[in-house]
């Protein structure tokens, strides 16, 4: 094993670890805090900041050796990494060979803490906090750890297949989107939805969680180069270029057809391009970037505004809408406008010669989306059976904020 770190990709790393943490909390949880109404704004930021410390001390404790542990049947980590055993200070030559494998470590678990919180916006306003916690833990160990390994472990199939993902298009938004959706389907819909108008209670912070998160995936898909490099800021300008380019997109669609552009069509247009380049960001140019935020812009714009419309399912703040179905354009789209010439450990794309990569990041979707909706549904019907999905009914009335938490987040006083 080498020892030869570099320190510059070390605090390149260590800097965007801080940058991925940001996203969860503040970013995610002032951007979902924002959507929801006044009753519930404590009780969905706590969501996002609870599972920062129980995800931390998880992946710690097991859920890194799972996701990146020694390879059994291309399916999951064996628990030779538990506690950390063996994962020291040293390269691990097979994931990062120029930083601390702690500090690969610490920078994955990060990923693997905004995944399961990303779902919290399905079931927004409902759920009981104790079943929240429970199914949380039982997710990211069941679903992000497996799905993981899939695709960046050594020896995951995905990975072995040649499934490109940069920066976790399949793995972080497929898998969380689509268990978004089941989620939100199985809790059932908001009392009043849809027939009452629900607004965001305050948009400042959800424009203000958006701005976070852009900030914050710098980290997220730059420091997926693993190094303070070239790399890195091909990575960097594709996705700055595509959330431009999405939310742009969202804002004059909206200005044509509802006549005004909106705030919320901005942040939602933002973060829909965000995901989307995740997967491809380390594979593509910034033209193809732009394409690709335009192509999500108008696709998850669909979705969030007509197709959730029609159905009227109640995935409350766009989990599904943005992340599931941005995601997997996202991953599809790796599978067209990848280039070698950005990156030499990747592939080409459908429009570059290469219609083989296509049909290998559909297949990564798919099973992605199979295996995710299957687990799910497994764990909402025990977890139905056993604790109930959601609070009673004068409790969603009165708000989760005082009847899980005992809190307020606005006091007012004479």
Same mark, same amino acid.
């Given at each position: ?20 943490? +940001?996203? %969860?909390?503040?970013? &995610?949880? @002032?951007?979902? *805090?924002?959507? !929801? ?5 404590? /009780? ?113 199939? +995905?990975? %072995?297949?040649?499934? &490109?993902? @940069?920066?976790? *298009?399949?793995? !972080? ?5 689509? /268990? ?235």
């Amino acid at each position: 094993m080498s020892t030869n770190i570099n320190y510059g990709d070390t605090a390149w790393i260590l800097i965007s670890t801080a940058l991925v943490m +940001l996203m %969860t909390a503040p970013g &995610l949880a @002032f951007f979902y *805090g924002g959507l !929801v109404r006044r009753k519930n704004v404590l /009780s969905t930021m706590m969501q996002s900041f609870f599972l920062l410390c129980m995800i931390s001390i998880q992946w710690i404790l097991f859920g890194y050796s799972l996701a990146f542990g020694p390879d059994i049947g291309g399916f999951i980590g064996n628990l030779s990494w538990i506690g950390l055993k063996g994962v020291g200070m040293l390269p691990n030559p097979d994931y990062a060979a120029s930083i601390p494998h702690q500090l690969f470590m610490v920078y994955q678990m990060m990923f693997a803490v905004i995944t399961p919180a990303l779902i919290t916006g399905a079931f927004a306003e409902r759920i009981k906090f104790s079943t929240f916690v429970v199914f949380s833990l039982l997710w990211a160990t069941l679903v992000y750890d497996p799905v993981a390994h899939w695709v960046w472990g050594m020896g995951g199939w +995905l990975r %072995t297949m040649g499934a &490109l993902d @940069f920066a976790g *298009g399949t793995v !972080v938004h497929v898998s969380s989107g689509i /268990s978004a959706l089941v989620f939100a389907l199985m809790i059932g819909k908001r009392k009043g939805y849809p027939d009452n108008v629900i607004p965001p209670h305050n948009m400042t912070f959800t424009l203000l969680g958006a701005s976070l998160l852009w900030f914050g995936w710098f980290g997220f898909n730059a420091g997926s180069a693993l190094g303070a490099n070239e790399l890195a800021v091909s990575a960097f300008i594709a996705t700055n270029t595509a959330a431009a380019a999405a939310a742009l997109t969202w804002i004059i669609i909206e200005w044509i057809i509802a006549g005004k552009p909106t705030v919320l069509g901005g942040a939602t247009g933002a973060v829909a391009g965000l995901v989307a380049i995740t997967p491809s960001a380390g594979f593509v140019t910034p033209i193809s970037a732009i394409f690709i935020g335009i192509l999500v812009g108008l696709v998850c714009y669909t979705s969030v505004v007509v197709i959730k419309q029609k159905f009227k399912y109640d995935d409350s703040l766009d989990a599904f809408g943005v992340h599931g179905v941005g995601g997997t354009l996202g991953a599809l789209l790796t599978g067209l406008f990848a280039q070698k010439i950005v990156n030499a450990a990747g592939n080409n794309g459908l429009l570059f010669g290469n219609p083989s990569q296509l049909k290998i990041q559909f297949i990564g979707v798919i099973a992605t989306i199979g295996y995710s909706v299957t687990v799910t549904y497994i764990l909402l019907k025990i977890l139905d059976k056993i604790m109930g999905l959601r609070v009673e009914e004068k409790d969603e009335m009165m708000g989760l904020d005082n009847t899980q938490h005992k809190e307020s987040a606005y006091t007012l006083i004479d």
